[in-house]
């Protein structure tokens, strides 16, 4: 069972950033595909970002285009860890960030269904 908890959600104006951190437990983290995706209320939850790297083949991002430019996905193995950092953020950002696991890349890295756990969720407001 892998247990994955958000931090670093909070209120920003328009222009700052904000980094959020998702720390993991349970399992081989180095193995696990990493994403970050956000709900807007009452809009679809949307992919943001993913990340792959267990420490010797290449690291593989994928970034939606909303986000590409302004965001950046990182992880730290040795911390269980995978953070998001956001930069130049905008009004429509604003939304409930999830990280999420996908254990086997089985499906498109940027499908929900794809992943297989999930964290609760941070809120990120962007306002003035």
């Known amino acids: 069972q892998v247990q994955l908890v958000e931090s670093g959600g909070g209120l920003v104006q328009p222009g700052g950033s904000l980094r959020l951190s998702c720390a993991a437990s349970g399992g081989t983290f180095r193995s696990y595909y990493m994403g970050w995706f956000r709900q807007a209320p009452g809009k679809e939850r949307e992919f943001v970002a993913r990340i792959f790297w267990n420490g010797w083949n290449g690291v593989r991002i994928y970034y939606a285009e909303s986000v590409k430019g302004r965001f950046t996905i990182s992880r730290d193995n040795a911390k269980n860890t995978v953070y998001l950092q956001m930069n130049s953020l905008k009004p429509e950002d604003t939304a409930v960030y999830y990280c999420?696991?996908?254990?086997?890349?089985?499906?498109?890295?940027?499908?929900?269904?794809?992943?297989?756990?999930w964290g609760q969720g941070t809120q990120v407001t962007v306002s003035s």
């Open positions: 999420a696991a996908d254990l086997s890349s089985s499906g498109s890295y940027d499908n929900p269904s794809t992943y297989n756990y």
